[in-house]
C-alpha cells in the first residue's frame, strides 16, 4: 500500500546540490507526525510557470499539505541585497499558482482560495533576519523557525481528501492533462448515462502516488514502467516528455510506440501538460513523438535513423517479405544496427514496450545520448496486454550486450547510483481506464479461465504485480486450485450502475442483420442518455472491411456520422468531435472511449493463442460500458465466448 507519511517527489537534482533544500526536507520527513506532515507531499524544482513575457518562475520547494496549504519555498542562497529580489520572485510564482488554483471551482469560493498560500523564503543563518520590512513572504533562518512557521499556519482540521487531492492535481498539471470534454447535461434524470460519465472522468483525473513518482521523478538512467492497460502508462510518458522539455528546453527528447493511430494522440496528451505551465505549444523540432517503424506518410523512429545514417529504409513489404510479418521490424532494426548508429536524443521515452523487438530497444539505446548507466531511456509496457507473453524478457535481454559482454542496461546495476527514495522500476498496480468487472472480465476470457486455460501467471507475486490478490491455493500448479480477486483499491474509480444500463451486456445472434440492428440501436440509445458520438466505438473482429461500413451505413440513415480509422493511414486522430469511430481490433490499441461494442466475436481465429489475445485487447478499450455481440450461425465460437462472459460475470469480483 501506499505510505501515508510525507511524499517527496524530486524532479531534478537539486537535493544533491542545494544542501539547505536538503537539510530542510529530512528535517520535515523525520518530524513529519509530531508536524502534522502526514498526507503531505514536498516537490523540487517543480512546478515552473511563465509570465506574459516568457519569463520561468519556480520555487526550490514545494510543500502541500492538508493541514498547513500551500507552501513555497526559496532555500537557494540570499544575501542581504538579494532579499527584495527574491521576494518578488516567490511572489510572481505564487501569483501564477493562485491563478492556476481559482480555475478549479473546487477550491474557491468567488476569489477566496479554501487554503493558505504562504511563500517563504529560507537560509541556515541569520544573514537575512533584519531588514525585513518591505518584504511580503516569510522569512525563516533556521529548521526550528520552520517548524514554527507550520505551527502558526496549522489549521485545526486538516483539508477534506478531495481537496488535497484536488490541489495536488492543479499543482501538477494531472487536472489539464487528462480534463475530460466538457459536458452540458441540461437534463440529468433523462440523460443518466452522460452524468455518470462526467462523474467517472473526473474521479479518474487525479493521479495516485506511483503515478506520481513515475511521472515527475527524473531518474538519473534507465527506468522501467509496468502495469496494466489503462494504469496510466502512456499519460506517465507525455507528462514525463512535456515536463523534461520545460526544465531541459534545449534537450531532444523522443516518445516512441507502435500503434499508428498513436502519435496525434500522444502529441496532444504532451500539449496539454505543457501549455498547463508555459502558455504555449511545445517546440516539436525538439520533441519528436514518433511510430517505432514510420513510413512516408508518418514519422518513424526507425526510418528517420536510417535518414540520419544515410541508409535506405526498409518498409513493412519489403522486411516481411524476407522473414514473416512477425519478425519485419525486428529484421529491418537488425540491418540498421549492423551499419551503426550514432546518438541522437537526450532523452527516450517508449510506450507499448510489449509490442518492439528486442532490437528495436538496442536500436534505442544507441540513439540515446550518454554513457551506459546514464542513458536517459525509459520504457514502459503492459502486463498482460499478450496474454502469450506473461512475463517481458528482462531489461539484460532487451538492449543488447556491449563490446564487453556485460548487458547495456542493467537496472540492478545503474540502479546502484540512485540515491534516496528514487526508484528506476515503477509497478502501477491501479487501473484507471476499465471498470472492474470489464477488467476481471477481460483477463478470464484472455487467459481462458473458464474455457481452455492458454496461460497462467507463475506466482501469486506476479498476480500481485497486475494488482490481484489470491485468496486461498498459494502453490502454483498443475492440478491445484486458486481463488483470486481483484481489490477495489486496484481499481478505484466505478462507474455509477443504471438499472437499464448494465456495465456489460452481450447478444447471441441468429444472424448478421439481427446483431447490426443491436449494435445501431445501442448506439442510439446511448446518444439518447446523453454520450457524444465521440463517445462510442465499434470494433469489428469478423471482416472490419465489410462490417464497419454496413454500421456506417445504418448510423448515417439516423443521420449519425461516423469515423472509419481502418482507412486512417497517415496518423490521424483515432476519434473525431461528433462521429462514432469505427475500428478493427489492430487499430484500437492505445485507445479508449467510454462504451465499445465488441462485435463479430464469431470471427475470432481461435480460442487458443491470437484470438484470446484480441478479444482482451478490445474489451479493455472501454473505461465505463462494453457490448459485446456475435453470431451463433457463424460456428460455435460466438456462444462460447459469450458463455465464458457470463461465467465470468456470475462470479465476479
Known sequence: MDTKFIDIVATTDRLARDPVARDLIQHLDANAASLGLTEAT????????????????????????????????????????????????????????????????????????????????????????????????????????????????????????????????????????????????????????????????????????????????????????????????????????????????????????????????????????????????????????????????????????????????????????????????????????????????????????????????????????GERDEKAIVFAYDELQNVFDVKMPAPEKLFGNGEDGEPNVSLQRSGQRISGSVVNDVILRKCYRNQREVLVTAHCIGLGIYGKIVQMLESAEHWDDVGYRVLSGAAFAAGNQVRLTRPEENSPVSLDVLQDNPVIDTLLASSQDEELTWVVDGIQSFLASGLKPEDILVIALDRPWRYLPEVARRLSAHNVDTNNVTDNRRGEPFTVQGKVTLSAAFKAKGNETAAVFVTGVHGVPNLARSGRNTLFAAFTRTKAWLRVSGDSTQGPQAKTILGEIAKARKLFP
Open 42 to 369: 514536498v516537490y523540487c524544482d517543480f512546478p515552473v510557470y511563465t509570465d506574459n513575457d516568457g519569463t520561468p518562475y519556480s520555487p526550490d520547494l514545494l510543500l502541500v499539505s492538508p493541514l498547513h496549504g500551500v507552501i513555497p519555498v526559496r532555500t537557494s542562497p540570499i544575501d542581504a541585497h538579494g532579499l527584495l529580489a527574491a521576494d518578488a520572485t516567490m511572489g510572481q510564482f505564487s501569483s501564477l499558482l493562485f491563478s492556476r488554483f481559482l480555475k478549479s471551482p473546487t477550491l474557491h469560493t468567488f476569489s477566496q482560495l479554501q487554503f493558505a498560500i504562504t511563500p517563504t523564503l529560507m537560509r541556515l543563518d541569520n544573514s537575512i533576519a533584519g531588514g525585513n520590512e518591505d518584504v511580503r513572504c516569510r522569512v525563516v533562518t533556521s529548521l526550528s523557525a520552520f517548524s514554527s512557521l507550520l505551527a502558526s499556519l496549522r489549521r485545526s482540521s486538516p483539508l477534506a481528501k478531495p481537496l488535497t487531492d484536488e490541489i495536488r492535481s492543479v499543482v501538477e498539471g494531472a487536472k489539464a492533462l487528462t480534463r475530460p470534454n466538457k459536458r452540458t447535461i441540461a437534463d440529468p434524470q433523462r440523460h443518466k448515462m452522460a452524468a455518470a460519465l462526467r462523474k467517472l472522468e473526473a474521479e479518474i483525473a487525479n493521479f495516485d502516488q506511483r503515478q506520481r513518482r513515475a511521472a515527475l521523478v527524473n531518474v538519473a538512467g534507465p527506468q522501467r514502467i509496468r502495469g496494466l492497460a489503462g494504469s496510466g502508462k502512456t499519460v506517465i510518458l507525455a507528462m514525463k516528455a512535456a515536463n523534461l522539455h520545460m526544465i531541459k528546453p534545449d534537450a531532444r527528447i523522443l516518445v516512441t510506440f507502435h500503434t499508428t493511430s498513436l502519435p496525434a494522440t500522444v502529441k496532444a496528451l504532451i500539449a496539454k501538460f505543457y501549455r498547463h505551465f508555459k502558455d504555449e505549444e511545445p517546440d516539436w523540432y525538439l520533441v519528436h513523438v514518433r511510430h517505432s517503424w514510420g513510413g512516408s506518410a508518418l514519422g518513424g523512429t526507425y526510418s528517420e535513423a536510417c535518414r540520419r545514417a544515410g541508409i535506405a529504409s526498409l518498409n513493412f513489404g519489403q522486411a516481411s517479405s524476407k522473414v514473416g510479418n512477425k519478425q519485419a521490424l525486428d529484421h529491418a532494426c537488425r540491418e540498421l544496427l549492423s551499419s551503426g548508429v550514432a546518438p541522437y536524443f537526450d532523452h527516450v521515452l517508449i510506450d507499448e514496450g510489449q509490442d518492439l523487438p528486442p532490437s528495436f530497444y538496442e536500436l534505442c539505446y544507441h540513439l540515446a545520448k
